[in-house]
């Protein structure tokens, strides 16, 4: 829905004050809302005066004068006289000649201040009067008839100077009620029957640039705006050209956008710009040229100059053209550069000229501090009966080729080279196979993997977040609890730790401290205490360089029944800090076994607590042939030596992702010395697992995860977690892709099909902008289609997709510049 206001008011800001009327239209249909005001809008002459005689002066007398941009000390903010202004007659009449310059050096800090402070006093004059009660009607009906986040055009139609140079966009109702409104100005009085030219649609979009001139300013950086746009611009370049050049190319020539770089300035409210080092025109001077433009289907000018309102009421007294897009007031080199660049991007990629301009210009708000009240320069003036365009209107669409024959005989569009589609398309699929062969080949030699995993990790943390598992607690033994009993503590304080939770009924017990050397005093009492109560579970790990073995006072069927390997796959990677936890080992065939230590637990500490719990719930435990368990009809299929991220996962032990619950304490928890003084109740214990295990830093246990640093004890738990919520929750497990000995073809069709598109976006978009946008959208929703699919447990091969995507765009696109270079 494209909503208009237009706020006419008719009258002077000095004695007689405003007639006013407010017309609200939706798709430039006048016959919507319409009232004019029973009371005039107040004078303030107090205004007009603060405006012209305090806030102008501050403005325009910032900084010194300069001799211009190649001066080593430059620091003048806005410019004043051209220094050769005694070498043409055309010059030497405009005292008021102003210039665009770049700033080297701000040096009155004082003045800057100042024109901030007299800018936010015009501002807030300019909202106390126009809360008036005279004016109550207007605001409130506006209110009434927009959303706060709806995009409308403003227009203040008036032929009072002051009111044309007053900060509109300050306006209350629209900074803080509908950011989304850009206010334009137009003449109080226009045709309104007058039918405005339409654009005329071309295979490319017509622009005019002239670049007049540039003493003491930098034009390039214009030019350069223009030369980065997409291929759907043909830009005309007239650089300081003289005036037959200007009405020779707007007579002979159709042009959708005309834009002036280059010094400008009004005297006696006439607008002039300086074309050349000897010449300025005005627009009388253009009058034929601009209306044979316009009638072939010119519909924006941008004067990227100073001081445009002059051009902009002698071109609308023409009732001319539709849009423009000017400076309403001296305007600094570094300012006029960053808006031309914004708009064009904004306005380019598709949005309306309104919402181009506006983003442009509140972009400047980030240069105010060097550049007070940047934001107040650009301005769109518009004829009320004109549809503003969007880049489209002035292309002709693939699938409509007889729009042609409605050009105007005057302007014929230059043949268009027969595309090959076919002929490009394959060339595309060849380009994204060739480059998925590449980006898989790379992955299967390992050359992607830190990055995979980092991306896994960061994809793990950014999941929903999941109540904690109540079938679990956690005895942590903190840093108080190390203080407190020592560390290691001594198997008596242990052995009471046991016998106060067993008092409680727990199902299983897991012990993830090593107790194969004794710690006096209470050995005895300990070793009892694992042998009356089988649902206790130790740990012994696989290490040749320290003694992690099961205590040595175990009988056999304690062993087989009653200790489980502790042991975590750590991984270093070569681009993360410390080692990651992500796979989870389950179990190995003592056969495949390679080490030499004593603890041959073939059973990992984390399914042996699973086991007991499931087995006192009923449910069936099984083997595959491969050693794959099955448990209440839920497989746990081992890791292949290729999965997702991995290229050399170990074969000979049993184990899988690790699916973290998403939440960095998966379990309730109590500290050691809650339970040595009784401070714990059976409800918290009774029917559950409890893991006891150090979270202290004397332990040094800590490794990183995908939720950052994590004791073991809190790893245990995440991993028996995941077995029971796979199980009796059918929460799933982490898979990838299917793949087919060792070759990962699932990913690679994933993999193909972003190259594909990165392919597609360089042929079809034929610009820069468009792949680095379309890129950038695709790559954000691939990221969003990994998180979605890990939230069911799938790993998608991101990193790769994203390479390949990137590495096909940019391969296409280069060799499309090339090819057309070549033609």
């Not at 007053?166 to 989304?180: I, Q, S, T």
């Amino acid at each position: 829905m494209d909503k208009l206001i237009v706020l006419k008011l008719d009258g002077d800001c000095q004695t007689k004050g405003f007639r006013h009327s407010l017309q609200i239209a939706e798709n430039n249909n006048f016959s919507s809302t319409h009232i004019t005001g029973k009371e005039n809008l107040p004078p303030n002459p107090e205004l007009a005066a603060f405006e012209e005689e305090h806030w102008q002066q501050k403005y325009r007398t910032l900084g010194s004068h300069s001799r211009g941009r190649q001066q080593k000390n430059v620091h003048l903010i806005y410019p004043f006289l051209h220094k050769n202004a005694k070498k043409n007659t055309a010059v030497k009449s405009a005292k008021g000649l102003s210039f665009r310059i770049k700033p080297k050096k701000i040096s009155n800090r004082h003045s800057l201040n100042d024109c901030k402070e007299s800018g936010e006093k015009l501002a807030q004059m300019l909202n106390d009067w126009l809360n008036c009660p005279e004016f109550a009607r207007v605001d409130r009906l506006i209110g009434d008839n927009l959303n706060k986040d709806e995009e409308a055009r403003v227009l203040i139609c008036t032929d009072d100077k002051h009111l044309q140079k007053l900060p509109w966009h300050r306006w209350n109702l629209f900074a803080e009620r509908f950011p989304k409104a850009e206010v334009s100005l137009s003449k109080l009085n226009y045709i309104t029957s007058e039918k405005l030219q339409k654009p005329v649609r071309k295979y490319r979009v017509k622009i005019l640039v002239i670049l007049g001139n540039s003493d003491g300013i930098n034009v390039a950086e214009d030019r350069k705006s223009f030369n980065n746009l997409s291929a759907d611009a043909e830009v005309k370049f007239l650089v300081e050209p003289k005036r037959e050049e200007i009405n020779d190319r707007l007579w002979e020539e159709c042009w959708d956008i005309i834009f002036f770089a280059g010094h400008g300035e009004t005297e006696d409210d006439t607008g002039k710009i300086y074309i050349n080092e000897t010449d300025c025109l005005t627009i009388d001077e253009l009058w034929y040229g601009l209306k044979k433009a316009v009638n072939n289907g010119l519909q924006l000018a941008i004067f990227n100059c100073c001081d445009g309102l002059g051009l902009a009421t002698k071109l609308d007294d023409f009732q001319m053209i539709p849009q423009m897009i000017l400076m309403r007031e001296l305007v600094p080199d570094a300012v006029a550069q960053e808006f031309l660049k914004c708009f064009l991007k904004e306005f380019v990629a598709g949005k309306s000229l309104y919402a181009a301009a506006r983003e442009a210009r509140q972009r400047l708000e980030t240069m105010e501090r060097r550049f007070p009240c940047a934001s107040w320069l650009p301005v769109i003036w518009q004829h009320p009966a004109a549809v503003p365009p969007v880049w489209s209107d002035f292309l002709i669409q693939p699938d409509a080729p007889a729009i042609v024959k409605s050009l105007p005989d005057v302007c014929p569009p230059a043949p268009k080279p027969p595309v090959k589609v076919v002929s490009s398309l394959v060339s595309v699929i060849l380009a994204s196979t060739a480059c998925t062969w590449a980006v898989m080949g790379g992955r299967y030699f390992g050359a992607m993997q830190a990055w995979e995993l980092a991306a896994f990790d960061r994809l793990m943390g950014q999941r929903e977040p999941e109540l904690i598992d109540n079938r679990l607690l956690i005895v942590g033994v903190t840093d108080s609890d190390t203080v407190k009993y020592g560390y290691p503590q001594n198997d008596a304080t242990l052995a009471k730790a046991l016998a106060k939770l067993q008092q409680f009924k727990p199902l299983a017990i897991g012990l993830n401290m090593h107790r194969y050397q004794a710690q006096p005093p209470g050995r005895k009492d300990l070793i009892d205490i694992l042998k009356k109560n089988t649902n206790l579970i130790t740990v012994c790990a696989y290490d040749a360089a320290k003694i992690y073995e099961p205590p040595p006072e175990f009988s056999q069927d304690q062993l087989n029944n009653q200790v489980g390997f502790s042991n975590l796959v750590k991984e270093e990677q070569p681009n993360e800090k410390g080692e990651s936890i992500r796979i989870q080992p389950l179990s190995y065939h003592p056969n495949l076994s390679n080490f030499t230590d004593n603890c041959k637990s073939p059973t990992s500490f984390s399914l042996l607590l699973a086991l007991r719990f499931l087995e006192n719930q009923g449910y069936k435990i099984e083997k595959t042939a491969n050693e794959e368990w099955v448990i209440g009809g839920v497989k746990f299929p081992r890791l292949a030596v290729r999965t997702g991220g991995y290229q050399n996962i170990e074969a000979g032990v049993n184990q899988i992702l690790l699916n973290y619950r998403a939440n960095p304490k998966p379990a309730l928890k109590v500290t050691l010395q809650q339970v040595l003084e009784g401070k714990i109740n059976a409800d918290i214990v009774r029917g559950k697992i409890v893991i006891i295990g150090h979270a202290s830093e004397a332990a040094r246990d800590n490794s990183d995860t995908a939720y950052g640093k994590m004791p073991g004890v809190w790893i245990q738990a995440h991993m028996v977690s995941q077995i029971l919520s796979a199980v009796i929750d059918k929460r799933p497990l982490l898979w990838v892709l299917p793949q087919w000995q060792g070759m990962q073809w699932g990913d690679a069709i994933v993999v193909w099909l972003a190259a594909l598109t990165g392919g597609l976006l360089a042929w079809r978009g034929r610009s820069l902008l468009v792949l680095a946008a379309g890129g950038g959208l695709v790559i954000f929703v691939l990221y969003q289609a990994a998180i979605v699919l890990l939230s069911f447990g799938g790993w998608m091969p991101l990193i790769p997709s994203v390479i390949a995507l990137i590495c096909t765009g940019c391969i296409w696109f280069v060799y499309d510049d090339c090819y057309a270079f070549k033609k």
